[in-house]
């Protein structure tokens, strides 16, 4: 089975989680971007999903799942970098990573193995990646970390991010953690 089949394996388990989280969330209006025509280009745009807040506003989310939890996120600066041969990047590009091109509004980070999904505010970590405190461009936290290509699936695209201890996110950062599989145990969100 090919990279791309195993990680739509993996997307696929969590979807089967976090739809019916979202849903609930929703008060049942939820639009996911996973079939369809324009698919493509609304998760390259918008982000996987679109639900109604409690407040009546319409959020837009960007869904990771991972298969194992590591205590680390995968922020993925380049899903085909590209740059190691002229005469295949005249050919087929470069592509930025999710985290360069989404505009969510959320960010849902979700672990199958431990039931564990981080939410974040995707504008923040932005910040936080991007900014320097008080400065502009492309000098935040995020050069911090080493850039790596992806390891887990074999494929021919290059995929290239950031691993960032989620300690670190937790206290430059900020995000919420919620248990989507146990929501009948908990009221509201598990506080950190």
């Known amino acids: 089975m090919n990279a791309f089949n195993q990680g ?10 976090l739809a019916p989280f979202l849903e609930e969330r929703a008060n049942g209006k939820l639009v996911l971007f996973d079939k369809g025509a324009l698919a493509k280009a609304m998760q390259e745009s918008v982000g996987d999903a679109i639900f109604t807040a409690c407040d009546g506003s319409a ?14 996120l995968f922020l993925e600066t380049w899903s085909n970098r590209n740059l190691s041969e002229r005469g295949s ?25 431990n039931d564990r999904l981080y939410v974040f505010d995707l504008f923040r970590l932005k910040q936080w990646a991007f900014v320097s405190p008080g400065g502009l461009g492309f000098d935040g936290r995020l050069s911090d970390f080493r850039e790596v290509p992806q390891g887990r699936y074999s ?10 201890p989620l300690e670190v996110l937790r206290e430059e950062v900020g995000y919420r953690l919620f248990y989507p599989k146990q929501l009948h145990l908990f009221e509201r969100e598990v506080q950190l």
């Open 59 to 72: 959020r837009s989310v960007e869904v990771k799942t991972e298969e194992r939890f590591t205590g680390n």
């Open 155 to 164: 494929q021919l695209n290059e995929t290239r991010g950031r691993i960032v």
């Open 89 to 113: 990047y005249v050919c087929r590009g470069n592509n930025p990573g999710w985290l360069f091109k989404s505009s969510s509004e959320l960010l849902f980070y979700y672990f199958l193995t």
């Open 8 to 17: 739509r394996i993996v997307e696929a388990k969590g979807m089967a989680v």
